[in-house]
């Protein structure tokens, strides 16, 4: 059970358990008006991630909540770096105390990524309402993979879950009552940009990589090598172009690729 008493202490005012939704994102923007809602899906029969890609999650098995939360509007650069570094903070202190002697490595991926092992273990996306208001009302969608034993062919190279890699089932409710609890904790980093980026930078494999980038999913894919990420959030990419001169280029949004 998600333990609503702790939550609440935390920060969190009210609590939406969905059996079955379409998407929990679609569910706060459309449905609550509340600061601190916590909307919490067993299943998402249409559940989005960023470039409105579709987030298949087996019912049940995983994490698929979105937190309503009311911010600054000059923290909404900020939003999914925090967001990506608490699920990584929270993953680590669950699996701490895993005893099955399984080795994992959580680490960030720009933007909002978080890897086990190298492969994507959960995603944030972030949306705004009420484009007028400040503060603003922010739509925190997460997911998270905990049981998922296996991924639909297309991503099952690039996709884990804690149980794949640990070796044993998690429960959820305790998974989301520590990434939660850990998000309220922290949240005086969104106050302290440049401290907040430096974990963040801190927990990246991503300097110095050969990446393929993308800056939306139909764009060109642009070659280079990782240079900086910037407390702006901005990823400062050495590209090389076809006569072989390099320049860097910063970019807000898109998405890298490893090369290996
Ligand atoms: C991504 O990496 O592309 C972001 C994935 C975000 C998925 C979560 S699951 C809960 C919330 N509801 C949605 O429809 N999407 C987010």
Redesign the pocket.
């Known amino acids: 059970m998600i333990d609503f008493v702790k939550l609440s202490s935390s920060g969190i005012s009210k609590i939406f358990y969905l059996d079955s939704v379409d998407?929990?994102?679609?569910f706060a923007k459309t449905e609550v008006t509340d600061d601190n809602v916590l909307i919490v899906?067993g299943f998402?029969s249409?559940?989005?991630?960023?470039f409105e890609?579709s987030?298949q999650?087996d019912k049940g098995k995983n994490i698929?909540?979105?937190l309503v939360k009311m911010l600054d509007i000059s923290k909404v650069h900020l939003v999914n770096f925090y967001t990506s570094y608490i699920i990584l903070r929270a993953l680590k202190e669950i699996t701490s105390a895993n005893a099955s002697g399984s080795e994992g490595l959580f680490r960030l991926k720009w933007p909002?990524?978080v890897l086990l092992n190298s492969k994507k273990i959960a995603?944030?996306?972030t949306e705004l309402v009420n484009i007028n208001e400040n503060p603003k009302k922010f739509i925190i969608?997460?997911?998270v993979n905990v049981n998922q034993d296996s991924f639909p062919e297309e991503i099952s190279h690039k996709a884990t879950s804690l149980k794949k890699i640990f070796g044993a089932d998690f429960s959820v409710n305790e998974v989301i009552n520590t990434v939660i609890k850990c998000f309220y904790e922290n949240l005086m980093l969104l106050e302290q940009e440049s401290i907040l980026m430096e974990l963040w930078r801190l927990n990246t494999d991503i300097f110095g990589r050969e990446v393929s980038f993308r800056v939306t999913e139909n764009s060109e894919e642009l070659k280079g090598e990782v240079v900086e990420i910037a407390d702006d959030g901005g990823i400062k990419i050495k590209i090389s172009d076809n006569n072989n001169s390099k320049k860097i280029s910063t970019y807000y949004t898109g998405e890298i690729s490893f090369i290996y």
């Open positions: 998407s929990t994102n679609k899906a998402q249409k559940g989005r991630g960023r890609r987030w999650s698929t909540v979105t909002n990524d995603g944030v996306l969608g997460l997911g």
